[in-house]
């Protein structure tokens, strides 16, 4: 009589690897609220940001985008929210900021303004050191060796030497730029840089900007260029009445905008 075995059953083998977590943002606001005089201008905004990502946040007057800016480097403090840089709040007390957590916050998030900012009675090389001979703790030789290299990045080494009121809009906004660039930020915002340029002038800015964004400068950038944020931003944030109403990829926010808010404002702005 013939032996018959019996076929043992293959064991399963699970081949399918673990889902893993999904990157830290490198900054991320969570529900930032903030009043003036009780009046909201803010509402529970929250926004992740990655390394490297340039975000552009676009809108009309009043939408809260310059405010929420401040926030991130408390020129504002949220009246309620929470800051973080790589998954680690900012500061410990979101309303109430130690001197040293906001100096540690200003030398990681770096601000470029509207306005200059520079000091009028120092050389264009002098603006540039002395924050870092200040804050970082560099020696003036090194701080003006560092302060030489990125005038050379923004295309102002041979205006180390003049004063910035012997210098354009447009070269004093790249001057700021080079100055908040000296304190080795990991993150730079800028609040519409460009508003207070002629075309041309704010077209030396921009450019400046798209190489910062080339080289991996992580960026949130409140502007109206509206092809500055269509052709350089990796996500646009259309804001208005304090709150994000739409955010996503240029092109789809530009090209085929979902909330019929978003699509009044880009057809009186595209339209101009």
Excluded: W
């Excluded at 929210?81 to 709040?89: A, C, D, H, M, T």
């Excluded at 000091?119 to 050191?129: C, D, G, K, M």
């Excluded at 931003?233 to 304090?242: E, I, Y």
Aim: proline share 7%; aromatic share 4%.
């Amino acid at each position: 009589m013939p032996v018959t075995t019996e076929k043992k059953a293959d064991p399963v083998v699970n081949n399918s690897a673990p889902t893993p977590a999904p990157p830290t943002p490198q900054l991320e606001l969570r529900d930032i609220h903030k009043e003036f005089n009780g009046v909201t201008v803010l509402k529970d905004v929250s926004v992740q940001v990655a390394h490297g990502e340039v975000v552009a946040f676009i809108g009309p007057s009043g939408a809260g985008k310059s405010t929420l800016l401040r926030c991130v480097n408390y020129l504002e403090v949220p009246s309620s929210g929470e800051l973080l840089l790589e998954g680690k709040p900012a500061v410990a007390v979101a309303s109430k900021p130690t001197r040293q957590e906001l100096i540690a916050l200003r030398r990681q998030v770096g601000m470029v303004f509207q306005g200059f900012n520079l000091f009028p009675h120092l050389s264009v090389l002098r603006n540039v050191a002395l924050p870092q001979e200040r804050v970082l703790g560099r020696s003036k030789a090194e701080a003006e060796t560092r302060a030489m290299e990125l005038l050379e990045r923004v295309g102002l080494a041979n205006k180390a030497d003049a004063r910035p009121t012997r210098c354009s809009g447009g070269q004093q906004q790249r001057i700021a730029i080079a100055r908040a660039l000296a304190l080795d930020p990991s993150v730079m915002l800028f609040d519409e840089p460009t508003s207070a340029l002629d075309p041309e002038l704010g077209g030396e800015v921009l450019a400046v900007m798209q190489e910062l964004a080339s080289i991996g400068m992580t960026m949130l950038v409140v502007t109206h260029e509206m092809s500055f944020a269509r052709r350089v931003s990796n996500r646009t944030v259309f804001m208005a009445d304090g709150a994000i109403v739409e955010q996503g990829p240029p092109e789809q926010v530009f090209g085929a905008p979902q909330h019929q808010r978003t699509q009044r404002f880009l057809e009186a702005v595209l339209e101009r």
